[in-house]
């Protein structure tokens, strides 16, 4: 099956988790591009508000094309406690044409694996992931 593996990743670390998988799976990658994005401290206050208020944001085009992919594999970081603002509105933006879409949210806690943000999500966009899966990022 073509999978290609869609990633946002702001310190790098749910990218090398997306490598991992796409490696294993002989996946595609794509990775989110927010026009906007920050690094250190700042990232916590910005991304932290944007994921807050469900804020959408602008974000490149994506580097490759996704028509032709059967399976699509979304890692989402979760910021404060929900899907982060790039993924979120990535899946809103491409919501017309998901099929076979599966998520892993990654997240420093070892005890919650954010089910209830993919369930929120869900009921967001009116639509059903494939899997849900989530892994701890340390
Ligand atoms: C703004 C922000 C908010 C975060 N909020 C949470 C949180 O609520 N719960 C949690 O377990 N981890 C939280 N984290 C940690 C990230 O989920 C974790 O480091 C991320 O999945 C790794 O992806 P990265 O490549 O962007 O660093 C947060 C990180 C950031 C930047």
Redesign the pocket.
């Known amino acids: 099956m073509k999978t290609c593996v869609v990633v ?10 997306a490598q991992e998988i796409a490696q294993n799976k002989q996946a595609d990658i794509l990775r989110i591009e927010p026009k906007i994005d920050f690094k250190g401290f700042m ?2 206050v ?3 508000y944007k ?1 807050s208020l469900k804020r959408s944001v602008s974000l490149n085009p994506d580097a490759i094309d996704l028509s032709d992919f059967e399976q699509l594999i979304v890692v989402a ?6 899907i ?1 603002a790039p993924v979120r509105s990535w899946l809103f933006t491409h919501r017309s044409y998901l099929k076979n879409v599966s998520i892993i ?5 070892k005890k ?1 694996p ?1 089910l209830d943000a993919v369930e929120a999500l869900e009921k967001e966009m009116m639509f059903k992931f494939t899997e849900i899966q989530s892994k701890v ?1 340390e």
Do not use: E, Q, V
Request: net charge positive; charged share 15%; proline share 3%.
């Open positions: 946002y990743s702001n310190a790098g670390k749910a990218f090398a988790y990232r916590y910005y991304w932290g994921a970081p979760i910021h404060a406690g929900r982060c949210t990654t997240h420093l806690d919650n954010y990022i």
